[in-house]
């Protein structure tokens, strides 16, 4: 096994708090095994341009619970995205070899990736070009498979957490329909984890059968039936990705396509409001729309130690020479799971006991 002097760490995708916990362990636990740990800027950007530098104790100092990453993001792809006989393939540019040039020159031995499922699948595809990688799950919509949870969901539940506990109290005295808006393109962690925690009366999530995974007279039903109870407000929280049956099942998007072939979402909590401003509802819908706030802020102590610990492990696993795998929580152990494993499971659903929690204590 050939010793690793070096390693190599980047953050691509969406950031989130915890990332520079990540970042402060895998450089001490790597000084403590005498490897030195070069940072590259911006994604897979850094290792493309061959834009990075050293990253030392002095550098990760006090950056525990800081949200954002100090090595910056990208949603960089070195990879082309194609149809081929009715299969989606991802051929190589001439970015991977700028990869490998770079990682060559600067004496990277073993590089860690932190990221979501588009990350993560990169560095899944350049093993296949020779690239020793190790994964860490990054993503506030917790829908990366190999683990049951990933770096940052636990933070972005406080802030809507927080907010919905916030929203409450204005839903309330001005008899409002409050409708929430949260991050989720096919998987509705943040919206089920969020909605129970923050006493939502209506949790919409993008999972569901494929004509749509909701409707508005299913709204409504709930919004009535709250009202002849005599509770004059209701509070509604939607996944981006939920897919109304008056649409199709489709998904309500701006039409921008990023690098990995998404198409951006956002705008699915106005059309319901304007949906039911149809229906002569007596309370007023109004609609907010967390975006990144969800991304931002401190790190919350569950965030700190899984980043912690899944930043010793990635710089363990590196050690031993275990590559091609990710970090992953599952119970209350960090394992090395495979990578084909763990993306053959993106995007990861919403446990059905949380729905079924969800749906059991529905009284109103």
């Not at 005498?34 to 950007?45: H, L, M, P, Q």
């Not at 899944?310 to 050690?319: I, Q, W």
């Not at 993306?343 to 949380?354: F, I």
Request: some cysteine.
């Amino acid at each position: 096994m050939p010793e690793v002097k070096r390693i190599g760490v980047l953050t691509g995708g969406g950031d989130s708090p915890g990332i520079n916990a990540a970042l402060r362990a895998i450089v001490r636990r790597a000084h403590a095994a005498g490897v030195e740990v070069i940072g590259f800027r911006d994604g897979w950007k850094g290792p493309i341009k061959g834009e990075g530098g050293p990253l030392t104790l002095e550098d990760v100092s006090g950056i525990l619970y800081l949200g954002g990453t100090i090595l910056g993001t990208s949603r960089t792809n070195p990879f082309e995205k194609k149809e081929r006989n009715g299969e989606t393939v991802w051929e190589p540019t001439e970015k991977v070899e700028a990869i490998k040039g770079n990682l060559k020159k600067q004496k990277i031995d073993a590089l860690i990736a932190i990221g979501g499922d588009d990350t993560l699948g990169v560095a899944h595809r350049l093993r296949e070009h020779g690239v020793k990688a190790v994964g860490i799950p990054q993503t506030i919509d917790n829908d990366i498979g190999g683990t049951d949870y990933a770096i940052g969901f636990h933070s972005a539940l406080a802030t809507v957490t927080d907010a919905l506990d916030k929203l409450h109290t204005t839903a309330h005295a001005h008899h409002r329909v409050l409708i929430v808006e949260v991050m989720g393109r096919d998987s509705g962690w943040i919206a089920v984890y969020g909605g129970l925690a923050g006493g939502a009366d209506v949790i919409i999530v993008p999972e569901g059968p494929p004509e749509g995974s909701f409707s508005v007279d299913e709204v409504e039903e709930v919004i009535r039936r709250r009202l002849k109870q005599d509770k004059r407000f209701s509070i509604v929280v939607v996944a981006e990705g939920a897919r109304p049956r008056e649409l199709g099942g489709k998904q309500v998007a701006s039409g921008e396509v990023d690098a990995f072939g998404h198409v951006r979402l956002g705008g699915v909590g106005y059309w319901l409001a304007d949906e039911l401003k149809k229906r002569n509802l007596p309370l007023t819908p109004r609609v907010t729309v967390l975006a990144y706030l969800q991304r931002g802020g401190i790190a919350t102590p569950f965030d700190r130690l899984l980043a912690t610990r899944f930043g010793v492990k990635a710089v363990e696993l590196a050690l031993e020479g275990v590559y091609d795998v990710l970090t992953g929580l599952r119970g209350t152990e960090v394992e090395a799971v495979p990578l084909a494993q763990a993306l053959a499971e993106c995007p990861k659903p919403v446990d059905q006991e949380l729905l079924r929690v969800a749906k059991a204590i529905d009284i109103g």
